[in-house]
């Protein structure tokens, strides 16, 4: 199949735009050929050229034979397109209205409407999923959400992770403990985040707290702890094999960290709801309800586990077969089933 995806430009640290290219890898490798189209509605310049460096130099991106092009309104997707992926909510627009006669898709990763207060732009996201497009969603919460709310035609491909950058390397007691900081995503609730680490560093004083995903050295935090800001892919395992428990909020879809924390043997710690627990249901991811107090001394009871080095040993193993090839497949199966039609 010829296969166009419209995405907003990717960036470094861009975890979705990650994402979106480790499934064009797998569906080149099933034999299908990607072109991506590049969106955005600012007036800032897209210099592909740079993106293709960043593209190449960047461990978190695999590498594709995708062409790769910005969208033109006028001239639309190649005449030879046969199916369209949106690939956010601001794409979907694009992808509606190309005049292409390609069957269109939906790839969702979170549920965009609830990135913004109620007004234009949650009401502009959420009228996305009247679209009509098939929907193959990251994980069982968003298909079933967008099924039961929108009456949207969805298939999703479970949760995996990259082995090769997540293991487990420390058979000693660990000593640390994890935040994903991410103050400019505010699903990542950082805020409430901090109130459960101060209570946390009340009860372990002596326990080093580090805080990686972005650079928080601009920010009054409340306790002791180290900024690792955004760190490289290749740099997280020997930060992840110090640390006992990795705090990991989540209000929307739940993020691809736990099962990385898991594979190297870190503890996760994530704030209960659906919308987590309908994503992965892993026996070792301690589910809190969001409560600082109940969070740090749920992450407290972690540290202080007295079987710490065999369970991290248990928890690798636990995702050993989470393997993303098999989400490939779950992804491939669902598309190539809907282009048959």
Same mark, same amino acid.
């Given at each position: 199949?010829?296969?166009?995806?419209?995405?907003?430009?990717?960036?470094?640290?861009?975890?979705?735009?990650?994402?979106?290219?480790?499934?064009?890898?797998?569906?080149?490798?099933?034999?299908?050929?990607?072109?991506?189209?590049?969106?955005?509605?600012?007036?800032?310049?897209?210099?592909?050229?740079?993106?293709?460096?960043?593209?190449?130099?960047?461990?978190?991106?695999?590498?594709?034979?995708?062409?790769?092009?910005?969208?033109?309104? @006028?001239?639309?997707?190649?005449?030879?397109?046969?199916?369209?992926?949106?690939?956010?909510?601001?794409?979907?627009?694009?992808?509606?209205?190309?005049?292409?006669?390609?069957?269109?898709?939906?790839?969702?990763?979170?549920?965009?409407?609830?990135?913004?207060?109620?007004?234009?732009?949650?009401?502009?996201?959420?009228? @996305?999923?009247?679209?009509?497009?098939?929907?193959?969603?990251?994980?069982?919460?968003?298909?079933?959400?967008?099924?039961?709310?929108?009456?949207?035609? @969805?298939?999703?491909?479970?949760?995996?992770?990259?082995?090769?950058?997540?293991?487990? @390397?420390?058979?000693?007691?660990?000593? $640390?403990?994890?935040?994903?900081?991410?103050?400019?995503?505010?699903?990542?609730?950082? $805020?409430?985040?901090?109130?459960?680490?101060? $209570?946390?560093?009340?009860?372990?004083?002596?326990?080093?707290?580090?805080?990686?995903?972005?650079?928080?050295?601009?920010?009054?935090?409340?306790?002791?702890?180290?900024?690792?800001?955004?760190?490289?892919?290749?740099?997280?395992?020997?930060?992840?094999?110090?640390?006992?428990?990795?705090?990991?909020?989540?209000?929307?879809?739940?993020?691809?960290?736990?099962?990385?924390?898991?594979?190297?043997?870190?503890?996760?710690?994530?704030?209960?709801?659906?919308?987590?627990?309908?994503?992965?249901?892993?026996?070792?991811?301690?589910?809190?309800?969001?409560?600082?107090?109940?969070?740090?001394?749920?992450?407290?009871?972690?540290?202080?586990?007295?079987?710490?080095?065999?369970?991290?040993?248990?928890?690798?193993?636990?995702?050993?077969?989470?393997?993303?090839?098999?989400?490939?497949?779950?992804?491939?199966?669902?598309?190539?089933?809907?282009?048959?039609?």
């Amino acid at each position: 199949m010829e296969i166009a995806w419209i995405m907003s430009p990717p960036g470094l640290e861009s975890g979705g735009h990650q994402n979106l290219f480790r499934f064009i890898d797998l569906a080149e490798k099933a034999g299908h050929r990607c072109a991506v189209y590049l969106y955005t509605t600012n007036n800032h310049p897209v210099s592909i050229p740079d993106i293709r460096a960043m593209l190449r130099s960047a461990a978190a991106y695999p590498e594709v034979s995708a062409s790769i092009e910005m969208y033109d309104r @006028t001239a639309g997707v190649k005449p030879e397109t046969q199916a369209i992926f949106a690939t956010g909510w601001e794409t979907a627009y694009p992808a509606y209205l190309d005049t292409s006669n390609a069957r269109r898709f939906y790839f969702v990763q979170d549920y965009e409407a609830s990135f913004y207060p109620l007004g234009t732009e949650s009401l502009l996201a959420e009228n @996305t999923y009247h679209f009509g497009f098939h929907g193959i969603t990251a994980g069982g919460w968003l298909a079933h959400k967008l099924s039961t709310d929108f009456g949207m035609v @969805t298939d999703h491909f479970d949760f995996a992770v990259d082995k090769t950058h997540y293991s487990v @390397t420390n058979l000693s007691r660990r000593s $640390e403990v994890f935040f994903y900081a991410r103050p400019v995503t505010p699903r990542r609730a950082f $805020e409430f985040g901090l109130l459960a680490l101060a $209570e946390f560093a009340r009860l372990k004083p002596d326990v080093r707290i580090n805080l990686a995903g972005w650079d928080v050295s601009n920010w009054e935090i409340p306790f002791a702890y180290t900024n690792l800001s955004s760190l490289d892919i290749s740099e997280l395992n020997s930060v992840y094999n110090r640390c006992a428990a990795g705090l990991v909020m989540s209000l929307s879809n739940m993020s691809l960290l736990p099962l990385e924390l898991l594979s190297s043997g870190v503890t996760p710690i994530v704030n209960d709801g659906p919308n987590n627990r309908m994503v992965s249901e892993n026996p070792f991811i301690e589910y809190v309800p969001a409560s600082p107090l109940a969070i740090a001394r749920k992450m407290a009871e972690v540290f202080d586990h007295p079987d710490a080095v065999a369970r991290s040993i248990a928890m690798s193993e636990s995702v050993a077969q989470n393997d993303w090839a098999d989400s490939g497949i779950q992804f491939m199966t669902a598309f190539e089933r809907v282009m048959r039609g």
